[in-house]
């Protein structure tokens, strides 16, 4: 398949990417207001503060890892026991080390209902970057819906649903899942987005609207291989194309031949595309761009990449700029 683009919607869209890509870089300035009249404020990465001042030695991973195992193993999947496992989740909440949170999501974010609750409240109750960005792992990889919405729930009301902050380490996880191809993970990470308020998440939005679900190319050799798919309307007519004479004592005969004439149109597919429109993506992101473009809708762009780059360049990028320069003309109270 051969498609011819002019140039000015190539070098539009990789500006765009360029942008999308840079989102969630370590470099990057923190998310924008919410709205126009909301006020930002950053959250300081956690400082260790009395005991914590106090120097430790390095936690041994692995051995963290054998005794989380065993907790496991012990208080949650051995036993339904109500008071057993109690005891189990005052075992887990003992592990409040930043090192420890992956392990924690990683060991006990497959388990029950119930143990994945205990591991959200768990997170959410330390109230530190370190586990906000596991929390926000959670709240686009989790393998079930409920416990997504309950990790995301818990960062909506941590960063008063955009109108604080988010440090970019915390962004990093939605920006992994904007760019999966798991549907459920970019679904999760662009409505969090939305809720978050986050901006500079705009271009990778714009981007994760469609995917390519599967690709087949041509065949290097032209018709040589087999096509992918085939396409037959037509008749079959059948003729008799030959006779075999058969000779016996006074007597002769003959043995038909019968074969099959196909008249018709065969249609050979030997190249394919698949694209799928998450809607979704496209909803949660005409609700953030509305909201930072003054209210104005967007619908008529629905989700059209190439208008939503034209958009997102000419008019919201302007838009803003002016925003932000009105807030820094106008006297603080």
């Avoid at 008063?160 to 549907?183: E, M, N």
Wanted: proline share 5%.
């Amino acid at each position: 398949m051969l498609q011819l683009q002019t140039l000015r919607p190539v070098v539009t869209l990789l500006a765009l990417t360029l942008v999308a890509s840079a989102w969630a870089a370590p470099d990057a300035p923190h998310a924008s207001a919410a709205g126009d009249a909301a006020v930002q404020v950053q959250i300081p990465a956690a400082e260790p503060t009395g005991a914590d001042q106090t120097v430790r030695a390095p936690i041994d991973l692995d051995k963290v890892e054998k005794e989380l195992k065993q907790l496991r193993a012990k208080y949650f999947r051995a036993t339904r026991n109500a008071q057993t496992r109690e005891i189990g989740y005052t075992k887990l909440r003992s592990y409040t080390d930043a090192a420890v949170f992956p392990l924690l999501v990683k060991l006990f974010g497959t388990e029950d209902t119930e143990v994945r609750r205990a591991l959200v409240e768990h997170l959410a109750a330390r109230k530190t970057v370190e586990a906000d960005t596991n929390l926000a792992r959670i709240a686009v990889f989790g393998e079930e819906r409920s416990l997504r919405e309950r990790a995301g729930k818990e960062l909506a009301d941590r960063y008063d649903r955009g109108r604080i902050a988010v440090p970019y380490v915390v962004q990093q996880p939605l920006a992994d899942g904007l760019r999966t191809y798991s549907y459920a993970a970019t679904v999760a990470a662009a409505q969090l987005c939305d809720v978050l308020n986050l901006i500079d998440a705009i271009p990778l939005l714009i981007s994760a609207q469609a995917t390519n679900n599967a690709s087949l190319g041509r065949p290097v050799n032209g018709d040589a291989q087999p096509a992918i798919a085939a396409l037959v309307v037509g008749q079959q007519e059948s003729f008799v194309s030959g006779l075999t004479p058969i000779v016996g004592n006074s007597a002769v005969g003959f043995n038909p031949q019968v074969s099959v004439l196909n008249t018709g149109t065969v249609l050979r597919i030997i190249d394919a595309n698949v694209i799928t429109y998450r809607t979704e993506v496209t909803a949660a992101l005409g609700a953030l761009a509305s909201r930072n473009w003054g209210g104005q809708p967007v619908t008529h762009l629905g989700s059209d990449a190439w208008a939503w780059s034209y958009w997102y360049k000419d008019q919201f990028i302007p838009y803003r700029a002016a925003v932000d320069a009105a807030a820094k003309a106008s006297p603080k109270p």
